[in-house]
């Protein structure tokens, strides 16, 4: 018997959520074979079996959570028999209990109203029955996607309440979505039990002032988005990062006609394939780690990790909030690598298929929002690195040029870094000469 136990897939994954089941009780498993979709704080992402049997029992049903390390399932040697009470899956257990909890507490509401001087659910009426939903009779689950399972779970909608419009009446994202839009994602307020005024609520006390959340609540004109998983996580380490690294910040205006023409010039080479600014920058910040091992490091509390290696992530904005997948030894690839595995793991990032190992091991991060025309900006340091490069938009202004004002190309760079782990000259060292490789971009690829 072999216990399955829930991996850890990321750097900061702490618990993880099962998505969805791929193998019921009494399936046989073969190595490879994909067990689980498990839900971390990043992604979906499948997990392998590693060992073959057969699927002895489900010990976290679909939507639970499990800490690292903490039994899943258990897988028996080929050719056992499941017994018959492992084959219950978590989630039908859970249902049955919750049946009995209601079963139970559901005299007692009756038995408290004192107009009703004989309960006797036995002797009268039937309950009626709950009314199926959309044509979904209560407690069959229907289809759905693993995505859509998550996102139902993190906006709160009952899948039991949809309609589904995929294959076979799946539920697919697009459901999900609808759903919210339409209000879904607002929970019925509980009903709260009348309760006997007391004698001081009649005095005349001036009412405490109501918190500014609660009066947006009852306003019409806005909308509650309940967070979901990956917006809670990124809220939470951002926030850490923010509080615990004492952050400074270093900026450059860099001069990027060259890096333009340069630019084109490679594209021009390259036919069809495409580099971008951000490759170049990526592998400009990349060699100038090289050079400064000094900005490639982590601080602990009882040590500073100096890395051997150099891991550029890219910050890539998707639906449900900032993915970072990361460029391993960026300083060993070219620019035109670089370029094709950014934009693998984009849409990776933005399917959310990103592995664990894809998202990992990062020791500098560059985050450009360029693209949407902002000048500079200062960005969070995603830890445990100890910087991150942030890239602003590439501008049209006036320069001075041997003496003559001319038409030039700006691009401005700030350095957020981990006080505790550089100081200003060392990461003032490592700008200037991202700054130098940026002017003069045949030093890139030199």
Known sequence: MTEILMPRLSDTMEEGVISSWQKKPGDPV??????????????????????????????????????????IAIVLPAGSEVPAQAAARPEEQSAGQAKEEVAVAAP?????????PAPAPASGPAAPAPAPLN?????????????????????????????????????VRADIEAAVRAGGAAAPPQAQPAQPQPAQAAEPKAAPAAPAQAAGVDDADVERVPLNRFRKVAARRLTESKRNAPHFYLTREVDA??????????????????????????????TALREHPAVNVSFTEDELLVHKRVNVGVAVAVE??????????????S??????????????????????QEMSGGTFSVSNLG?????????VINPPEAAILAVGAVRDEPVVRDGQVVPGKRLSVTLSVDHRACDGAT????????????????????
Request: hydrophobic fraction near 45%; glycine fraction near 10%.
């Open 320 to 333: 449900d909030g900032l993915l970072v997948p990361v460029i391993r030894d960026a300083d060993r690839k």
């Open 30 to 71: 073969a190595v490879g074979d994909v067990l689980v979709d498990i839900e971390t704080d990043k992604a979906v992402m499948e997990y392998e079996a590693y060992e073959a049997g057969v699927l002895g029992e489900i010990l976290v049903g679909e939507g639970e959570t499990a800490a690292i390390g903490a039994p």
């Open 371 to 379: 693209m949407y025309g902002i000048a500079s900006f200062s960005a």
């Open 427 to 446: 990461g003032a060292a490592f700008l200037a000469r991202l700054a130098e490789l940026l002017e003069r971009p045949l030093l890139i690829v030199a």
């Open 135 to 171: 044509g979904t009779p209560r407690g069959t689950r229907p289809p759905s996607s693993p995505l859509a399972r998550r996102l139902a779970r993190d906006h709160g909608i009952d899948l039991a309440t949809l309609t589904g419009t995929g294959p076979g009446g799946r539920i």
């Open 335 to 356: 620019v035109s690598q670089i370029g094709a595995e950014t934009r693998e793991l984009a849409g990776k990032a933005r399917a959310g298929r990103l592995s664990a």
């Open 108 to 116: 007692a509401p009756a038995a408290s109203a004192p107009s009703d």
């Open 257 to 286: 006609e060259e890096l333009l023409a340069f630019r084109a010039t490679l594209n021009k080479a390259l036919d069809p394939a495409k580099v971008s600014v951000n490759d170049l920058i990526v592998k400009a910040c990349a």
